[in-house]
């Protein structure tokens, strides 16, 4: 992976990006020859100017908590064969790390939530001549970090080590020196702030910084390409926080960046804004039941059916590219608006132009992974400076100006204004479509 690659992407750090909330959206008037900008044939620009700062972007610690082992039993089920430290608390982790349906595939990567944890797992299933394994022998390797950030980085090396479990099972030699190598120690809660963690790592004290995000290279793009238009609609949808689920069958690894992906959407990073981001569960269970009921939204995604019924978990579900939502009352928000073509249009238009620029040689440009984020997260500033502008004017009217300089449509987004409004307790006056029919 290159360096533009392994750079976090997403910060949940405001202050940081507040000082970047000016280079959000520009029109053709500004620097036209800006190297760090983009333009497309509609003369709309995107100035990346200090977006990204590589070189001042800080690098997590690479910390593990615990290392693990699960396989399959043809007597109790999934169970975890061996783990390290010893008192590690694993509740749960032998379904997380090895889905339902999992048998159906040859191998898989899953991310999780545990408690305030997050895991990788790798699986994989090998053929064997045994009665007693009814033919084929199956396992997971995984670790937990406090952070999803750098777990990634070992998804090759759990690949191998669950290959390794099941041609040699019982050998975890590699796994406990990875382990010593890596480990890390989470102080009392009352010693430190709860954003925070103290992570011991080979006898030195490291400051564990707030959650930055990251990913392979490709996933966002992938996750645009899929939903096409609607990715618009899934952007309206985090931006009123609702809880998501997305259902597929396995493998659920590429569902795992679907989830991460979603979470971006609704980034804002907005000075003094503040804005609840989704909480990413990843894979779930109906393990995970109790912890989803008490969420007030997350992003998450399962491999069970079960969870289509069970209808007080979730707002919006997501099987594959079909959206759908509990409440009838928000059927008009699955509606891709004339706006939302034009937006997904200018995206794409975007997205050439920067490599045709990056065929030019400007290699200071965005990588893609950044395009994709930062157009959404300039987006999300743009609608929100516009209505707390609004909100503090002498008449508080939202027109329809406003409303298109947000990115929306005047008429087809007139209820996502309106919940968006509720929501974030935002007080503007919202002009009526036909001024002899107040609102």
């Given at each position: 992976m290159d360096h533009d690659e392994s750079q976090p992407l997403l910060l949940d750090d405001r202050d940081n990006d507040a000082d970047n909330s000016a280079s959000f959206l520009s029109i053709a008037n500004r620097n036209h020859h800006s190297k760090h900008s983009i333009l497309d044939n509609s003369a709309k620009q995107i100035d990346f100017s200090n977006i990204f700062e590589k070189d001042q972007l800080e690098s997590e610690p690479d910390v593990v908590m615990t290392v693990f082992v699960v396989a399959f039993d043809t007597h109790h089920g999934n169970i975890v064969e061996w783990s390290v430290p010893n008192d590690a608390e694993?509740?749960?982790?032998?379904?997380?790390?090895?889905?339902?349906?999992?048998?159906?595939?040859?191998?898989?990567?899953?991310y999780f939530r545990i408690k305030d944890m997050f895991g990788l797992s790798c699986f994989e299933k090998m053929r064997v001549d045994s009665i007693e394994e009814r033919g084929a022998r199956m396992k997971s390797v995984g670790i937990i970090s406090p952070s999803y950030t750098t777990l990634f980085k070992h998804m090759q090396f759990l690949e191998l080590q669950v290959r390794h479990q099941l041609q040699t099972p019982g050998r975890y030699e590699q796994?406990?020196?990875?382990?010593?190598?890596?480990?890390?120690?989470?102080?009392?809660l009352c010693n430190q702030p709860s954003s925070d963690f103290i992570i011991r790592r080979n006898q030195h004290h490291v400051r564990f910084p707030q959650m930055k995000i990251t990913h392979p290279a490709g996933c966002f793009s992938q996750f645009v390409q899929f939903f096409g238009e609607n990715i618009f609609v899934l952007w309206k949808l985090m931006l009123l926080q609702k809880r998501i689920l997305f259902f597929s069958p396995p493998p659920i690894g590429v569902v795992c960046y679907r989830v991460y992906c979603a979470c971006c959407l609704g980034r804002v990073t907005l000075a003094g804004f503040n804005n609840?981001?989704?909480?990413?569960?990843?894979?779930?269970?109906?393990?995970?039941?109790?912890?989803?009921e008490s969420e007030m939204t997350y992003v998450a995604c399962t491999t069970e059916k079960i969870f289509q019924e069970k209808k007080d978990l979730y707002d919006v579900y997501v099987?594959?590219?079909?959206?759908?939502?509990?409440?009838?009352r928000y059927l008009n928000l699955l509606c891709v608006t004339k706006v939302d073509r034009e937006n997904y249009?200018?995206?794409?238009?975007?997205?050439?132009?920067?490599?045709?620029?990056?065929?030019?040689?400007?290699?200071?440009?965005?990588?893609?992974?950044?395009?994709?984020?930062?157009?959404?997260?300039?987006?999300?500033n743009q609608l929100f400076r516009t209505l707390i502008?609004?909100?503090?004017?002498p008449d508080r009217t939202l027109t329809e100006e406003?409303?298109?300089?947000?990115?929306?449509?005047?008429?087809?987004?007139?209820?996502f204004i309106m919940d968006l409004l509720e929501l974030y307790a935002i007080d503007v006056m919202l002009v009526a479509d036909n001024p002899c029919c107040p609102v």
């Open positions: 694993l509740k749960s982790v032998e379904f997380q790390a090895m889905p339902s349906g999992a048998h159906k595939v040859d191998s898989d990567f899953i796994l406990l020196e990875f382990y010593k190598d890596r480990c890390g120690v989470l102080p009392p609840k981001c989704a909480v990413p569960y990843f894979y779930v269970n109906i393990a995970d039941i109790d912890q989803l099987d594959n590219q079909l959206v759908q939502v509990v409440d009838n249009q200018n995206l794409q238009n975007h997205r050439k132009d920067l490599f045709h620029q990056k065929g030019l040689g400007n290699s200071e440009l965005p990588s893609e992974e950044q395009f994709y984020q930062s157009f959404f997260t300039l987006q999300n502008e609004t909100s503090t004017s406003h409303i298109r300089a947000m990115g929306l449509d005047p008429v087809g987004d007139r209820h």
